[in-house]
């Protein structure tokens, strides 16, 4: 019987995208934990942690439940931010605990426990990851991934990745991160939208040489079925609690620069990261909505007030159509240019998230949207000189 102490599968129903979500997704993809068949023969005899949360599903089952119920001998589960259910706010502190029904160890990399301790590896042979991701350099997933790989070098642990799809993988843009802006919401010198898949960029840290210890590491990448980066996929659960919708996770790269400014991006609504605004727009823009403390929103940004602004979009095709597979700031730009001008627009937070100081001073100092995306394009191009060597997939056009 497959363990009730796992079983949280039943709570992604709240996680789980509309039905009704538009868009020409391919169905025939699949990720690599589809397919046990092709994992399960080397776990057997091993000791094996994992690195899972509410996207590591296969059907109604979740990962840890697949490999317990197969006779695998797990050791611990690891989580990253939003915890086991994917339900915490963004940034809020994880607890480690046990889980009373099958007594494994649940161990949170976040806060300030980002990666497994050699004691949390000591009774393990193999540590899988198996996280959904978006394909954005400030979506903390890859942070974890990359402590996870440097953890296992340093212990000669085994790193198994099955693959999944990357949502925002048809294509690249934004700027490349700075070394001097480094941290756990960009790490490496990558754009924001980069356009690969966890095994993808595994394979990148490694061949760069980019992470610690990167010639102790061994790694295997199970690989996803009838899936490149000129396709659409669909995500089956949400990866975290505000990223509900594809039309969401398509405008995330873009809203997201806004969690650096005054400007709210519709946490405690029904359509996070669809739109932004604030109090201060109420003589701007005539939309309108009101946040309320929601579960993975317990707090928002002027909850309970009114915030003027624009919905990006109501659907994946809105969204797609206005992006138009690239970065977009226009929606940024204005919302500067209309802020009130005895106030700070930008926090020191925002050059985190750029990855640069130089987005918010061309923004400042009165940059076009063209002008600025024209400013990354020599650090794009290398980039995707260096991405293209790595990818497990066909690329885009």
Known sequence: MIPKGLLFALLCCTL????????????????????PERYLPILM??????????????????????????????????????????????????????DSATHLQVVSLYGKHKRPQDTDLADVDVLIYD?????????????????????????????????????????????????????????????IVYGMTPGEYAKMLLGEHWIKNDGSLKLTVVTCVNYDHSKKYKLPVAPSPNLRTMAA??????????EGTPVSVGRGTDNPFQQFGAPAFQ????????????????????????????????????????????LRLHWLIDAYHQYPKDSTFFKPFFDKLAGTSKLRMQISNGASEMEISKSWLPAIINFRSIRKKYLLYPDFP
């Open 16 to 35: 789980c995208f509309s039905a009704s979500a538009a868009g020409n997704f391919d169905t025939s993809i699949k990720p690599a934990d589809a397919m």
């Open 45 to 98: 005899g091993k000791r094996v942690a994992l690195v899972v949360n509410q996207t590591s599903a296969v059907g109604d089952s979740l990962l840890p439940d697949i490999l317990l119920h197969r006779g695998v001998h797990v050791s611990k589960i690891f989580v990253p931010e939003h915890g086991f259910r994917g339900t915490a706010d963004a940034g809020a502190k994880v607890d480690s605990y046990t």
């Open 131 to 191: 996280l959904q991701d978006v394909g954005v350099r400030f979506y903390t997933y890859i942070s974890t991934l990359q402590y996870c790989m440097e953890a296992c070098a340093e212990n000669h642990k085994e790193l198994i990745i099955l693959d999944k799809p990357d949502p925002n993988g048809f294509y690249v843009d934004g700027p490349v991160l700075e070394d001097n802006e480094q941290s756990f919401v960009g790490m490496q010198p990558i754009p």
């Open 249 to 258: 996770v398509y405008a995330y790269p873009s809203l997201c620069l806004f």
């Open 283 to 326: 003589s701007v823009y005539p939309y309108c909505f009101v946040p309320h403390a929601v579960q993975g929103a317990s707090a928002p940004l002027y909850e309970n007030d009114s915030c003027y602004g624009m919905i990006v979009g109501r659907s994946s095709e809105d969204v797609l159509n206005q992006i138009n597979n690239k």
